[in-house]
């Protein structure tokens, strides 16, 4: 599995930005998916994750109420809505394939990443 994320940008806090994640692929419809995001001289931590089907979905709770993963299988992409952006969401986001965990090291594929900033 390959994987690409876009949609990154600058938006202002209080707005939104859907990143995207797009993958090459038979076996994406058989994959859970996470993103992951790092900021400037932090580690890389669990945004989201959601199952192959799409029927579950987790969050951390930074993001609860705020963020939410979808996934459309028929066109191999992964989907994040950001909305109530906060100036801590400034980082860069990654998509992975492979596990519901949040875990970074469960995960067997990585896409290059998509900044965003949020700007107070």
């Known amino acids: 599995v390959q994987l690409q994320a876009s949609g990154g940008g600058l938006v202002q806090a209080g707005g939104s930005l859907r990143l995207s994640c797009a993958a090459s692929g038979r076996t994406f419809g058989e994959s859970a998916v996470g993103w992951f995001r790092q900021a400037a001289g932090k580690e890389r931590e669990f945004v989201a994750s959601i199952s192959p089907s799409g029927a579950i979905a987790s969050y951390a709770d930074s993001v609860k109420g705020r963020f939410t993963i979808d996934r459309y299988n028929a066109m191999n992409t992964v989907y994040l809505q950001m909305n109530g952006s906060k100036p801590e969401d400034t980082a860069i986001y990654y998509c992975?394939?492979?596990?519901?965990?949040?875990?970074?090291?469960?995960?067997?594929?990585w896409g290059q990443g998509t900044l965003v900033t949020v700007s107070s």
């Open positions: 992975a394939a492979g596990s519901l965990l949040p875990e970074a090291n469960e995960y067997a594929y």
